[in-house]
């Protein structure tokens, strides 16, 4: 049971929602993929001594730090994995990747352009010492997603015409939901903008091979107001006395679109789809075929093709669970599907591979800043009258 | 079987698509609904004297005319319904209500804002008179659709918060499909804007009962030039020699818009998303619960009731043939749906009970005003810069 | 208009839910086929001269008669079309075939094997004279059924191993639905075993081309008495005072089978499976491809393609509107789906065409015939503790 | 990060695919649940030290023996996880017992109704001394089915009527598919019926509370011979030379069935649903509503509330994600569905409950011996013409 292969020490920043699911990534791995490294979960860091040692004994981290500075020193850690909200993510990745770590970083990859612009000069000198970064965009490693971006890659549904992307959820319908963290301009950068339009747009460009050249952008802010929270985790708070606060992000934000290649597009992110819980939908229509995903049933993509004569056509649903579909086949035999955490399993094994072979993992912090411009370019859309706006870069 | 009831004479303009499937609802609506007066499918015309004989023998109507404007001036004829293209519209509608007939209107009303100003103009006199018009938006009359109109007015999903739109067809995908008159901006006006996301339009409005106040818009035309047609019928046709010619309307429009009452709402229509064959779907999501309707599953109506527990809450699929549905009483027991043709029944039978009742029937031409203002403020912003446009009127 | 083709009289039997389906058949077949013949609504015969009158006057029936005997006896009725229940279909339709008329007689053919064999001895030897029947399984010409039908015939699912049907409705869950005649053995021979069994045997024989060889049946009454009846419309009624009556026949049958190919077969049919409607399933697995249907969703098909390699393979689902599709082709644009009625508008369709042309349709009286002997089976396998019973014929 | 709960070693005989997935639950679940112990995973057996020894590296097993019988005796294990095939169930899960360690095995809990009972007498008389057991219906464990029984527990579909249950899988339909140990009856006792009609004849009684009193069978072996074969692993593997070998299993096993509370019920299971597969499916009717479930979409619970007035109800779709049910709230916020492996997760947690609280875990190798009661009347039924079979006990 000796282990030949390198042993890399990771150290975890953050202990909330994404750091519970990266805590199981990082444990089932190794289970299930052949890496050419060997990942240790060596040091979890988060500012309360206390909450930060129980969290560590239940995820199974062998070590704890309450400051991440000094988790970035240590000689166990060699791979950073940033699971704060997007205020901190700018400072802790660039000491991460100056001290030599390799990075992985919660999406967005920042809260602001030029955050991330500053994150991707460090990144490429990084790289050029052969030290990786990659920005967490989970849902590319859904295997029907994989298996959509394979299939357009290969020609399968010809030229794109459409892109049709939603990401709907309904976590903050009730007004009465208090003002947490996300819905803090200061320490989320924006609201479903950036915590869920970032993902249809990255898993858009994705999926397509084509980037977004412009938009037209509109959002909305339906409760003005909210309770304070006292305390929150994941998506659910409680909220305390009388007193509320002001929020100041969007609830809801449209976009039409063009992209790269001629497509035409059009997006929509919202916590207000009362009955979505995490509808993250996205279908592409070309000259040869469809694509369609939902992330609700996460183990299905949905498939037109147009080569087969109209009488015995028909949107076909496959079930991304057979051996030969990306991911799935590491797992259980067709038909038993996996669920939202293998996301980030799949993502961790991409990012080991990467570093253990010495190549740049994809999303890179590049591609981030993308995301990040497709977002700025709707918000100066959206404040100037929804006129066209073209995307930086 | 001697009938008191007052007999209405039909004279239908037109016999193609529209014409077969308004063929059909006269022809059944009597059977079916309790009726205060009886239509008689009495005169049918179209331009060629031996078709239009072939179509009245095949489809039912008692005598031709090769001039609509003769048919006009028919004694044995109260009732006009219009199912030519939309360039047409203005003229024969004007002049049916001005000799005191009765006028039923395919949509979209007319190919301009400004023939529909004037068409609404010359309805309203004739209202005055007890001569009733209406535009045809069947799709009002899906069971499905006026159910989710009455639970929306019933206040069973609250405060709207968002609308979604779509009306999705391939037909043309094929650019070898030739330029039929619906590709030809003189003959319909525009192209999958006016041909379908009408449609989507009045629905959206007339199941929210918010209008739209404002547009960003942007449309695309993705084959340019077509071979030209030798002939066509309803949504199919063939190619002749080499000759192309330029496609002068939209292939897909794409906007977002803002609502009345506050709502936030996103449209799409396209003639080219390849396997969706007629998926006119809406969703609206508001504070108290969510519906959702695709027309490609025109029987259900799903709810989503936010006042349950979330423990058991979820999206529930009403099948739309229970006695108490709208329309769905008059025809089978549960679990026996309807198809597309039934619309127009119901469309039909609206129409005459208001005929009979001497009321005004809905919606009216000035609905169908509104909804050419706002396909108009689309093309407006598209042109624009996809700024932000306001509705008129 | 004249019109060149011999034209029949219809004398239809009966005006309640089959014959009001029935007449909206007879109505439309003319205006979307090209018949050889011209069917004409001659007469109509119920018990009741107001009632039959009301009824004739509403569907469009020229003329009534109280007693059957003298509508089989006109000159003016050429085709007899029985829609009463089943205790009179025997007679009606031995009478009529001796008569030299056509017959369409509703399912099941009748209420005893003994009847129904009855039948079919007349109805071979009109055949001979060039006289008509055939038994009205409407189910056959759902398009999507149909085109299963073709699919398995054209060896798309190869060897068939498996089917699997269910009719599942809900109308008598509740105690106090009323004692109607449809839960009496006198009137209906049967209860779910006749009336809905009947459909998913015939459906099953026609679409594998397989015959039911053997069954192991089991029945249940799970409300032994009623409220009588006072009135009743098609599955509808009102209970009258406080007394009750038995319930005679079975409110569910469930049986496995084996089929004359080697598939092996599971049948369920019930009145009790609360909030399916008309869920007419059936599902077949062959050794290179599945389909399945629901009748609640009738405008589709479900394909599995085995052939396809396993990553690209999946359910599809055939939207079955296409011009291509069996008789899909003669309504609407693809898209735009078809309800129940259609069926019945296709039945009379293909049965004019039958008669038109001088040859026999399908299903003829012998494939009703088959049925009721499965059917028996069924009944007799339940009484001997379920054993292994063997199909006669 | 000292922890004072009482650790317990597991000790696992079997690494093939369930052993792979007990693995990853024995892994996760402290991080998930609180739990009264601590598992440690401490002891792997195998017959072969090498792959043994690999396979425990990977899975993460601190130790390995070679023969079981070895790790029954090491004082580090203190619970024994059965993963092998049904053959030898009894004699390690009976040593197990005897030598004072908890068991958790994988059902069939024995490939004969006699090694059961030996077993459950076993069980018994170890319960007595606190020594627990359990058999591992999964299932029970996924969210929706658990939520599914609370329901049913609670009243809310009433009196049950019919019981519909279905396990459809695909990975022999290949005639080429090698004669691997689970289509041998001395290794796997039978075919479908043991192997997955065990799992719906569970649930089925768990779900409703009731037990099977009879049944009438039939079992199928569609295919007789199969090529030998090489190596297997899971659901797949590859055949070898030209040798055939005969297939002493059933293909598909088909029951109806009765229930103790009144209910009719109706079972199929197979390997040759070409296109289905892992559709473990069920669905009860009751007097007040409905429930559905399919594993292929192992995240929804379908419900239908009788109670609703007719024109509001309709099926509607649990997505079992939500905070207040069963296991869900342990994971991720609503809408971030589980996948198959987390059933055994939560299998583990209640099994490490219910030792750690000293009470004894459901189901319990009484339940097993139920179940395969159930399936040894179905082997007498179909041997006897399908002859209505009462099942012991």
Redo the contacts between chains.
Sequence with gaps: ?T?SRPALGVGMVGYA?MG??H??AW??V??FFDLPVAPVMAVLSGRSAERT?AA?????WAA?ETDWKELIKREDVHIVDICTPGDSHAEIAIAALEAGKHVLCEKPLANTVEEAEAMVAVAERAAARGVRSMVAFNYRRVPAVA?ARQMVAEGR?GEI??V?A?YL???I?DPEFPLVWRLQKDKAGSGALGDIASHIVDTAQFITGQLITGV?G?T?T?VKRRPLAEESA???AAGGGGATGEVTVDD?A???A?MSG?A?A?F?A?R????????MRI?V??????IAFD?????ELW??D?NL???????????V?????PYAGA????????????TFTHEVKDFLEAVGNGTDPAPSFADGLRVQRVLAAVER?AAD????TTVDG
């Design positions: 049971m282990d929602f519970r699911v805590s199981q444990r089932a190794g289970a040692a560590a004994a239940q995820l199974g704890v298996l549904i015409r459409h049709r939603q959820q309904d976590w319908t037209s509109l909305e339906f994941g998506l659910s809801a449209l976009f039409t063009r001629g035409v059009s929509e919202t207000f789809a009362t009955g979505r819980k995490n509808a279908e229509n070309g000259s040869l075929g469809s992330f609700e049933s996460m183990n498939f037109y147009q004569q109209a009488e015995e056509a028909g949107f076909r649903r496959i079930y669970t057979e051996s030969g579909h797992w259980w035999p067709p038909g038993h599907g996996l669920g939202y955490e293998h859309s009258d929804s006129r066209w």
